[in-house]
């Protein structure tokens, strides 16, 4: 059983990934150029200084990354009304501090956005900490947020959880067991790919599979 939870947020204990692949889709189109939601939804969970070159190349980023990270904030903005979160999403919360774990969450999103994500499950009254994409130079698939999480949990034995292949590489660059959710739409084998040691289909069966680890270890 690990002393620290690394908990992604967006599809993973909120509904939200394809309200960001909807406003990628109108954000894009804005700029004149249209992508195919698809594509776009393969690269959510990605954060967004990476995810313009990724979907759409380096010239796009180059002619307006900038805009069209501003247009994607708008579009979700219009959004945002329809984001829940899972319905096990505290219960996970709550069973992980039950259990004497530090919990942190970390997110590529920042600002008003990421707040009110975070007030879907009370995120703040359960978190050891908080980390987001504007706290480091690189989100994810980078591991600075994983890193960041790590140090301000104090903590060299943790586990990410994650919903997306950008959670998962990012945990294998930082070193840290990942567990994937299929909340976010990923298959079991792209998470697997990614480098999931476990994959779930839900919050619930992850407290259980944890809960599991901890029963084994003793």
């Keep these: 059983m690990p002393d620290t939870a690394i908990l992604d947020v967006d599809g993973t204990l909120v509904d939200s990934n394809y309200q960001h692949a909807l406003a990628w889709y109108r954000a894009f189109r804005r ?10 939804h393969r690269a959510v969970g990605m954060g967004g200084d990476q995810l313009v070159t990724h979907v759409a190349g380096e010239q796009a980023e180059a002619d307006y990354g900038d805009a069209v990270r501003a247009a994607h904030g708008e579009e979700f903005d219009a959004l945002i009304g329809e984001v829940a979160a899972f319905p096990d999403a505290e219960a996970l919360l709550v069973g992980l501090r039950e259990d004497g774990l530090r919990i942190v969450l970390a997110t590529s999103g920042s600002g008003e956005q990421s707040e009110h994500l975070l007030g879907l499950v009370d995120g703040r009254r ?11 130079e690189a989100s994810k698939p980078a591991p600075d ?4 999480a790590l140090e301000q949990a104090g903590s060299d034995d943790a586990v990410l959880v994650g919903d997306s292949v950008w959670d998962g590489r990012s945990g294998v660059r930082a070193g840290v067991p990942f567990l994937a959710v299929r909340t976010g ?3 079991d084998d792209e998470l697997t790919e990614a480098g999931a040691s476990h994959v779930v289909q839900s919050l619930s069966e992850l407290l259980e599979l944890l809960r599991g680890q901890g029963r084994s270890a003793a």
């Design 31 to 40: 700029m004149g150029t249209t992508l195919p939601v698809w594509h776009l």
């Design 126 to 136: 359960y978190a050891h900490a908080v980390v987001t994409s504007g706290d480091v």
């Design 185 to 187: 739409g990923f298959s």
């Design 145 to 148: 947020l994983v890193e960041l």
